[in-house]
């Protein structure tokens, strides 16, 4: 490769940036103080962020000096979305945000080393300026006729917007002067839906001080129907274990689609261009083999998770199907085991019988067919085998006196958790 440009572009990570040669020549003359910006508008990050993540390691890793900025502030407004007004969450509440994230997105830079990344909260400044010292200094450099133009204000103008989400563009291009003005920040980073925000931000320091800066956004990751990836049917991926499970997580990027699997490498994995080629190239002859998918997973959750909640997630993965050792996994991992197959909480102080238990589980749909999968011998508590059509469970039948999985052949999966 060329440039680290050329690099970013092999990895999917440019979509697009200001004067390419320019920016390309600016990182190339030494080291680049950039940021990133992180709105607290949930109390954990999601893999649409780990994708801004990766960037600021990849420059981090080549010298560059990252500044990565949680909204304390802009957390407060919100990005206008294209669907509508954003809910006003309470300060405290954003103010309990903005810690989680700070320590979620110190996991994945180098915060100690050489060349430490540095966090920082546009509350700072932002809380001091007036109504009116913000309108005199900020707000007058500020064409409404473009701030109009913009696509997502333009489409909201039916609907409807409000003047504070409106306004939103000037505060991120307030914070974009400020970390240029206190750090000689010259460049920002974020998601292809920020382009605008970016470049507004650019705009500003030009008129203001005379200074060029640059901007650099990322695809936004998609499906191959060109649909959001990242959400499943019970809600987004999140990178907080106590939102996504490890398992969760692993098996989310097990499944992904042939077509897309090989972009998602690129972004995510740390793996050669050549190992990555070779993957392709399974990916395209032997894709029975899913090389791509687990080579994905595994990294990924590595990254996120760590190695040894990896491990087990994948040993959960075998033991569900019979594979493994159900009882040698953890409790946490038994419960998202339970929570993934979608476990019905037992009501009754009685206990089932394994007919009576499989119906409830959602394995069979009566407790005839529970008596024919058990007698035909494809019934399976905890992966060990039932005969007995009479038997009923007990409480040592419950995993970490919680959970119990269910069984009919080898694909049929349900769990009961004791209330």
Known sequence: MDSVLDEFEWRGLVADSTDRKALEAHLAQGPVTFYVGFDPTAASLHIGHLVQLMLVR?????????LLLVGGATGLI?????TGERKMNDADVVAGWVDSIREQVSKYVDLDGPNPARLVNNYDWTSEYSALSFLRDVGKYFSVNRMLARDVVARRLESGI???EFSYVLLQSLDFAELHRRYGCT?????????????????????STGDVVHGLVTPLLTKADGTKYGKTESGTVWIDPERTSAYAFHQFFLNAEDSKVID????FSPRSHEEIDELARQTAEEPW???AQHALADDITDLVHGVVQRRAAEAAGKALFGRGDLAALDQTTVKALAQEVGATTLESAELPTIPEALVLAGVVESRSAGRRAVTEGGAYLNNTKVEDVERRLTPQDFLHGEVALLRRGKKTVGALTLK
């Open 289 to 291: 083999r899913r090389a």
């Open 264 to 267: 998602y490498l690129k972004v």
């Open 162 to 164: 409000s003047y504070t």
């Open 58 to 66: 990849a420059l981090q890793e080549r010298g560059h000096h990252p």
């Open 78 to 82: 919100g990005d206008p979305k294209m």
């Open 187 to 207: 460049l920002q980073t974020g998601a292809q839906d920020q382009w605008g925000n970016i470049t507004a931000g650019a705009d500003y320091i030009r008129r």
